[in-house]
């Protein structure tokens, strides 16, 4: 929880972003309709190019501390323990894609009275 307190205000969006397309698949599991299957599409790029930002966010700052400090071994201790949490966005938008089209797959299934 202390990370997210850390966390910028684009890391707080880039993550928040990465739930949007489960929440719509959510929906369009509920009252499968063509409209809410047409939002699930450029949601789901939403949070697929959210997730990319993110994690090129957290390389950029990893980054940022190898051109503005001395190497130490501590410094590298920093930017391993950066490089580490600039990968949670990627994972976390995916996992949540991933998921949100399996929901989807649901959804579908029950439109089609397979379900």
């Known amino acids: ?9 684009f890391a707080l969006l880039t993550l928040v972003l990465g739930a949007v397309p489960l929440a719509m ?10 409209r809410n299957l047409a939002l699930m599409r450029p949601l789901s ?12 966010l957290g390389f950029i700052n990893v ?4 051109w503005t400090r001395e190497l130490t071994a501590e410094t590298y201790r920093v930017m391993a323990i ?4 600039s990968l949670v966005p990627v ?4 996992a949540c894609l991933t998921v949100a089209w399996l929901v989807v797959a649901i959804g579908m299934g029950r439109r089609s009275g397979g379900v």
């Open 45 to 56: 790029l939403a949070g697929l190019f959210a997730a990319i930002a993110g994690t090129l």
């Open 63 to 66: 980054l940022k501390v190898f």
């Open 82 to 85: 950066g490089a580490a949490e």
């Open 91 to 94: 994972l976390l938008g995916f």
């Open 1 to 9: 929880m202390s990370m997210l307190r850390n966390a910028s205000l």
């Open 25 to 34: 698949a959510i929906v369009y599991a509920s009252r499968p309709t063509e």
